[in-house]
């Protein structure tokens, strides 16, 4: 039933309300007011102080028998020209199967929102029958249904003023992922913050992050990504709330936006619900979790509760694979900010085609290998999110495609990986790719093919031209702003976590000449990829796919630095600041491939593999995920074959938890 009428007709129906209330007040923010509801002591919700509907009521019947201020209430919003209990009882169903939020107690109130206030005779009986009150409220289309509180001063809704507030559950961030949660700002547009907390015994505390009901934004049901919640790093800007990508420094030298990322607002468009903030890594650089010092590091769900999750993303990677409250997250990936974390929790993730989405209002790393990305537990929803937030990208090789392409080139020098449980996976992956799709697997020295392409046939060389890029970037878009703002407000220089300090440093070493050259080398490892190794392909995009492991073959890496020496487990390699590593090779840093070729690149979570913990002390499940990219604007291609696999039954969703299938 379309909202866009100049007026509707809401019939009140309230049942009778007990001396002893139906609100457990627990305190009152400036988002609003925090409450449960008698019976369910663990769950708690947050009535917006910013009402959504008020006004006075045309029908003298009581609106409550309490003295109650606070009333839970369920709107329901009727089609037809008559009201009846089977359409109620419906809607009513329906919230109980779909919405988390909306709990049966919020049936002690009804807001009954129909075109013509007219009731079925059986529906008036049932009414009286069961107590109800129920008075006829005129206003307009703006309640939405679910789960809502009333505010009312008097007791009948003439004789006092009474609105309408949207209710969120709140969710405790229990793997710390997010910075704050959000909620709209329904007075100037944009965000408010929350910033609502849980204290527990040992006086840690953790976020609690509001959840609006699923059902909130009915009225708009019929966009693409309707009722899908996201989290949002923290380096893309969205109007009313701060932007401190990781630092204190650059949050105080930063105004809050005035206006959403594009990127950001075409998500909104389509329909999706911001639930709030995630963490990141200081400016999206590479860092290990000991490296994070401003914003502390998330919490790895999986395994043992103390793996990695990598890099700058891992706060909306963990929020992914814990959280069964959120649909996706959005990331970014510059060289492998995405890709790494979503292989460490076993989710989908993807690095699109350079070019793809507009980054204005996103805090820069580098400008030539910066992409918006984001992490999902369910192939059909990661197609879904992907193909329309990228739908418009300017770099997109439009065509349909009857095929996939024939090769899938399989680098010897890296695989297998280190845990033969793992491999064996990986093998019935690629053999599945075959059996099912018909991509076979060409085994090669992937190193050896694209060593051509590196300065002097030097990877340590071509690392060290990318690192340029970023510092260089960085620094000048970023740091030095950052910087100089800081001195002039507060008379000294920021302090920056220390794999940016290192970065910053080492840029003020860069000239412009050296800047530029970095810029054409990788230009032409562009064109060379395009030209050699991922030709077109009128039938399938591209000729040919590159697999290979983003994560750490199968063995635990840890978010303490000193459980990295303990038996069986493996450093984790990020691409740090600093000098050329003269020992660095190609195969334990293929992310640069898509990085320095602007090609996509997807994760896709294929399976789990077991190890031992020593921190647990017993066997734990790692994920096992895959990497494949292609030529540059195949995205498309890459998403189908990511449909394909889900029809096939070679890969499906993952869970939230300590494991992704059980």
Known sequence: MSTMRAQRLLVACLFPIHASGYINILSTELAGTVFSLPGLPDVSYLAAAQPINAGPGKEHTPLS??????????????????????????????YGLHDDVWNPKFTQHLLISVDKPKLDPAVEGWLHSVGIAYSLVSGNAGIPPGPVIISKLGTTVIAGAYSVHTVYRLYLDEYDAFTFGAIPDLVVGGWLTTNITRTF???????????????????????????????????????????AAGSKAYQLTHPIPPQTAPSVQKLLSLGAIMVGKTRTSQFAHGAHPWEFVDVPYSWNPRGDGHLTASASSSGSACAIAAYDWLDFTVGSDTRGSVRKPA????????????????????????????????????????????????????????????????????????????????QSVVNRFVSALKQHLGIRKQEVDFSRIVS?????????????????????????????????????????????????????????????????????????????????????????????????????????????????????????LLTAAGDADKAAKFSDFFNFLASMGELPEITIPIGQARYYSQISRRWEYIPVAVEIVTRKGCDGMLMNLVKALADSGIIGPVKTGRSMFF
């Open 343 to 422: 292989s460490l929790v076993g989710a989908y993730g993807i690095r699109p085609s350079h070019g793809s989405m507009d980054l204005k209002g996103v805090v820069p790393l580098s400008e030539e290998m910066d992409t918006a990305g984001f992490f999902a537990r369910h192939p059909g929803l990661f197609t879904t999110v992907a193909s329309h937030w990228y739908a418009d990208s300017p770099v997109a090789v439009q065509g349909t495609w009857k095929r996939f392409p024939s090769r899938l080139l399989y680098p010897v020098e890296h695989f297998p990986m280190k845990n033969g449980e793992a």
């Open 65 to 94: 028998r309490s003295a109650d201020l606070l009333i839970p209430a369920t709107c329901v919003w009727i089609s037809g020209a008559l009201v009846t209990r089977k359409a109620i009882e419906e809607q009513l169903d329906m």
């Open 201 to 243: 015994d040992d006086e840690t505390y953790s976020q609690l992050i509001p959840v609006p009901s699923r059902f909130v934004q009915s009225s708009r049901s019929h966009l693409p990504l309707s009722q899908m919640r996201f989290g949002l790093k923290d380096i893309y800007d969205a109007q009313g709330l701060p932007t």
């Open 452 to 572: 051509p392409f590196f300065p002097n046939g030097s990877f340590p060389q071509f690392q060290l031209s990318s690192n340029k890029l970023a510092e260089y970037r960085s620094w000048v878009d970023v740091g030095r702003p950052v910087t100089d703002r800081h001195v002039s407000l507060y008379g000294q220089n920021p302090k920056f976590d220390p794999i940016p300090e290192k970065m910053f440093n080492r840029a003020l070493s860069i000239t412009a000449q050296d800047f530029e050259a970095a810029v054409h080398l990788k230009r032409s490892f562009k064109d060379a990829m395009a030209d050699h190794v991922f030709r077109h392909d009128d039938a399938s995009c591209s000729d040919t796919l590159f697999i290979y492991d983003a994560a750490t073959g199968g063995s635990p890496s840890y978010r303490v630095e000193e459980f990295n020496h303990l038996s069986g487990s493996v450093p984790f």
